[in-house]
């Protein structure tokens, strides 16, 4: 009898466990296939607005198209000779768009007048490879002409030998030969060819250069900054290369990396940089750093680049590429009516960096003629020790003692973990808004791998609503002297949990210890996640 009953529950033992791991399998490949959707929504989302671009661009080029039969017919003064060949109902329409006076809208021209002078001025002097285009990510590559070595080949075995099969299928990289002599360009495109024919001939690599039209007279460019005459000239020709590589890239992808010709990627370094793409709302960015050193890793969404490109043409003599993209978020971002600290907050939510980098730069010597640079990616080899979420713009602030320079500002940008001395009762940290905004859920996380103990204990998680008109949750709830809700806690170092949406728009979020700590505590991770609109 013993025996029979020791069998049954060994049985019964057995059956449970079986079971609890079919729903955990069961649970694991739902949430998987949720992630996945949710994924493949945000892509089709992206495609969509890609579109609505491209729409508006083909009616901008249409209006360009009217406005050039309208000069032509105001040249003919209406000369019955010059229009009889056409119908009596072309020539109506014609003198109709004639004698409109549209306002004068400024184009590409204004700022480089000189490309009126040939037609050929934007079209590509080489141009090898099978023009794949609706692809996720287009990589663009400037090289030119280097005195000591050149680093192109490496770059591309780098790039593509890490992308897999179906990647190479989803991607287009353009290696751009900023150079006008011909010759050379041709023995740049032979040597691709003989090592990336099978790259080329498949769509995955495509090479172009510009005509020698494309460019301006260089010679007579006002020397600013400090800077020699011979480096206005590099940076300003290096501007007129990025420009000319994102004109021909714009309507390829739904997103384009710029890279530079002497850099080696991390292994996953694609899927990393599209997933990490795809989990953001598109109006919420910018520009995604994948490198932290120049131009290197940079990430701009496709129907944004007409508005760097022309950006770039109206001050492309002025200042170095990097300065320029830093005016376009202060003019999309910041407010002069506020200081610098908070530009900065604004143009951050803008420009999203990701840590670790994803490429690295290995070149040593310069396209600048006798530049030596020595130039290295800290983060490129640095282990991830917290997770990066794009946070709601706000001042952050803290009673907790910082511990060798691990900010509570990094933590929030997902720079950095935030690391304090022991927390006492009475402590906390804050999220100040700077304007109130709709939550919908959050995530706190405390330790990391390498300080796995040192974990927020304790702690509440407590919001401050813009209003609270009409707010019945004092059952619910407690209400601080201060007029904050007590909504969550932590357990186990974590406190994760959404949002009642009675509380929004909130226009603070606080972190509030309860009783003294006997460890130090580390904030690893934030994740204030935005309603959706």
């Given at each position: 009898m013993r025996l029979r009953n020791g069998t049954v529950a060994t049985a019964l033992i057995f059956i449970t466990s079986f079971m609890s791991l079919s729903w955990y399998t069961t649970w694991q490949n739902g949430k998987e296939k949720l992630i996945a959707y949710q994924r493949e929504f945000h892509a089709l989302k992206e495609r969509l607005r890609v579109a609505e671009h491209r729409t508006l661009q083909r009616s901008s080029e249409l209006n360009t198209i009217l406005e050039q039969f309208r000069r032509a017919i105001a040249e003919t003064n209406g000369s019955k000779d010059a229009l009889g060949h056409f119908s009596d109902e072309t020539q109506k329409l014609l003198k109709e768009l004639a004698h409109r006076k549209p306002l004068q809208v400024p184009n590409i021209y204004y700022h480089l007048p000189h490309l009126l002078n040939n037609e050929g001025s934007l079209q590509p002097a080489v141009q090898v490879g099978l023009g794949r285009t609706k692809v996720s990510i287009v990589m663009g590559i400037p090289t030119v002409k280097r005195k000591v070595k050149s680093y192109l080949a490496e770059t591309l075995h780098s790039l593509i030998n890490k992308l897999s099969p179906e990647e190479k299928l989803d991607c287009v990289i353009i290696v751009f030969v900023g150079e006008t002599d011909i010759d050379y360009v041709h023995s740049v495109v032979e040597s691709l060819d003989k090592e990336f024919s099978t790259e080329i001939n498949s769509g995955l690599l495509e090479v172009i250069s510009p005509p020698a039209s494309y460019y301006p007279d260089l010679t007579n460019l006002k020397e600013t900054f400090g800077d020699t005459k011979e480096r206005v000239k590099w940076r300003t020709k290096q501007n007129l290369d990025y420009s000319f590589l994102m004109m021909y890239a714009l309507n390829k992808g739904t997103y384009y990396v710029q890279l530079e010709d002497d850099i080696v990627a991390k292994p996953n370094y694609?899927?990393?940089?599209?997933?990490?793409?795809?989990?953001?709302?598109?109006?919420?960015?910018?520009?995604?750093?994948?490198?932290?050193?120049?131009?290197?890793?940079?990430?701009?969404?496709?129907?944004?680049?007409?508005?760097?490109?022309?950006?770039?043409?109206?001050?492309y003599k002025e200042k170095p590429i990097d300065w320029l993209l830093d005016h376009i978020l202060w003019v999309k971002a910041c407010n002069p009516e506020k200081d610098a600290k908070h530009c900065e907050r604004q143009k951050s939510n803008l420009r999203v960096r990701f840590r670790p980098s994803l490429f690295q730069h290995v070149g040593l010597h310069s396209s600048l003629a006798g530049k030596i640079q020595k130039l290295t990616?800290?983060?490129?080899?640095?282990?991830?020790?917290?997770?990066?979420?794009?946070?709601?713009?706000?001042?952050?602030?803290?009673?907790?003692?910082?511990?060798?320079?691990?900010?509570?500002?990094?933590?929030?940008?997902?720079?950095?973990?935030?690391?304090?001395?022991?927390?006492?009762?009475?402590?906390?940290?804050?999220?100040?808004?700077?304007?109130?905004?709709?939550?919908?859920?959050?995530?706190?996380?405390?330790?990391?791998?390498?300080?796995?103990?040192?974990?927020?204990?304790?702690?509440?998680?407590?919001?401050?609503?813009?209003?609270?008109?009409?707010?019945?949750?004092?059952?619910?709830?407690?209400?601080t002297d201060d007029g904050f809700y007590r909504i969550g806690k932590f357990e186990n170092g974590v406190s994760e949990?959404?949002?009642?949406?009675?509380?929004?728009?909130?226009?603070?979020?606080?972190?509030?210890?309860?009783?003294?700590?006997?460890?130090?505590?580390?904030?690893?991770?934030?994740h204030i996640k935005k309603a959706a609109r």
């Open positions: 694609f899927i990393t940089m599209k997933n990490f793409a795809l989990q953001l709302s598109s109006e919420d960015w910018m520009i995604l750093e994948f490198s932290q050193l120049g131009f290197i890793g940079k990430m701009f969404q496709a129907p944004d680049l007409n508005l760097i490109v022309e950006f770039i043409f109206m001050f990616d800290k983060d490129f080899l640095k282990p991830l020790l917290h997770k990066i979420h794009v946070n709601p713009p706000a001042e952050v602030s803290t009673s907790l003692k910082m511990y060798q320079g691990h900010t509570l500002e990094k933590t929030y940008l997902g720079e950095d973990f935030f690391w304090a001395i022991t927390p006492t009762a009475g402590d906390y940290i804050l999220f100040k808004f700077d304007r109130p905004v709709n939550i919908e859920r959050y995530l706190f996380r405390s330790g990391n791998p390498e300080h796995p103990g040192d974990k927020l204990q304790n702690t509440t998680v407590e919001i401050l609503p813009f209003s609270e008109t009409g707010l019945k949750t004092k059952d619910k709830y407690k209400r949990s959404a949002v009642d949406p009675v509380f929004n728009p909130i226009s603070a979020l606080r972190l509030s210890v309860l009783q003294d700590s006997a460890v130090w505590a580390i904030l690893s991770e934030i």
